[in-house]
């Protein structure tokens, strides 16, 4: 294989795809990417075997031929050279000569028969969606997503499609997020997978706020996800995901309709006298205001008053004060409309045209 380039066009769909790889991997062809060159274009292919990301483009190459080279080095190399500089690629074996001007590496490379390749997989749901769509569900609820939870089938987001809908719901136990979209075409059955967390976030870097189009494949075990040269494919989480259609409580007599930004703001100067260990925020509802209040263990205290429009008995009730100020942040909205049943009952929080696009479930808590 030998290739004439200039830097930017290998750099930037390296570090496009190299962030699925693991750098704890023990198995030095899992820290590799494999590098196919054909006559008119360049494949790239990172995997930490559940996840493979793949970017092609089109190169005529000198020198025809495939090589698995170091993802790091290769990109601190490439990273390090002048910019609208040529660089020059030639195997020699297991060797890789890399020049550029005055500079000259050499690395260590293994063949591409040794790198697994996520292939031989049969789809059997095919969605097409714009790429800003898919990512705004994906970012709404990411935050609701659990981080090492036992109950591994939380570690992930679920992606329901039911005809001309799409939804992502996340939830750790505490707190939920479920937000959709509907699609100008299409009808589709209805089917359900569990994205990995890691598989979420790399498919937030990878989507952009673009109309373009989107193509999501879907099968038993796998989500492949392909737009513009890039291809991104995830091992799905086994396991049975809670109805979250019966987590999300009917709207109940309580409503609060509050100022998104003002809250927000009023929260997060709550949150100074907090420590990671004391979280919760004691919130005291009453006609036309929220009185917030906070303390620590050094008997330290905040209060805020927030201005609302609320109509019933007064009440109190406590949260995460995180969770709370990460799902308003989610919203565009300048109002939002907050509904419990009573104290004790969780809280659903969406937006003042009650909208079921985007809805959060937050739990109370006891301080």
Do not use: W
């Amino acid at each position: 294989m030998k290739l004439s380039i200039q830097r930017e066009q290998l750099l930037q769909p390296l570090q496009a795809i190299t962030g699925v790889i693991n750098s704890k991997n023990t198995l030095q062809i899992l820290l590799n990417v494999r590098v196919i060159a054909s006559e008119d274009e360049i494949l790239l292919t990172a995997t930490d075997i559940d996840n493979e990301l793949s970017c092609s483009f089109p190169h005529i190459a000198l020198e025809t031929g495939e090589i698995t080279l170091p993802a790091k080095k290769m990109q601190d190399i490439l990273q390090a050279l002048p910019e609208g500089s040529t660089v020059n690629i030639e195997i020699e074996g297991t060797r890789a000569l890399i020049k550029c001007g005055r500079s000259k590496f050499t690395l260590q490379c293994l063949p591409t028969d040794e790198f697994p390749v996520l292939d031989d997989i049969e789809f059997t749901t095919n969605v097409t969606l714009p790429k800003k769509d898919l990512r705004k569900i994906l970012e709404d609820v990411k935050q609701t997503m659990a981080v090492s939870d036992v109950r591994y089938f939380l570690n992930g987001l679920l992606l329901n499609i039911d005809g001309n809908n799409v939804t992502a719901i996340a939830t750790d136990g505490h707190k939920l997020g479920a937000s959709s979209i509907e699609l100008t075409e299409g009808d589709y059955e209805p089917v359900e997978v569990i994205i990995p967390r890691k598989g979420v976030f790399e498919l937030i870097k990878l989507l952009n706020n673009e109309a373009s189009p989107v193509n999501l494949q879907i099968s038993k075990n796998y989500l492949k996800v392909e737009s513009l040269g890039l291809s991104f494919t995830t091992k799905l989480i086994e396991g049975r995901f809670p109805d979250y259609r019966t987590v999300i409580p009917r709207p109940g007599e309580k409503v609060i309709f509050a100022g998104r930004v003002e809250l927000i703001k009023a929260l997060e100067r709550s949150c100074i006298l907090l420590s990671e260990k004391s979280t919760g925020i004691k919130i005291n509802v009453s006609q036309f205001q929220l009185r917030l209040s906070t303390h620590n263990k050094e008997q330290e205290e905040t209060e805020e008053i927030v201005e609302i429009n609320y109509q019933g008995e007064e009440f109190s009730v406590s949260f995460n004060i995180s969770y709370l100020i990460d799902i308003l942040k989610v919203f565009d909205t300048e109002m939002i409309r907050i509904n419990m049943a009573d104290p004790n009952a969780s809280a659903l929080i969406r937006t003042i045209e009650d909208d079921d696009k985007l809805r959060f479930v937050i739990m109370p808590m006891r301080i």
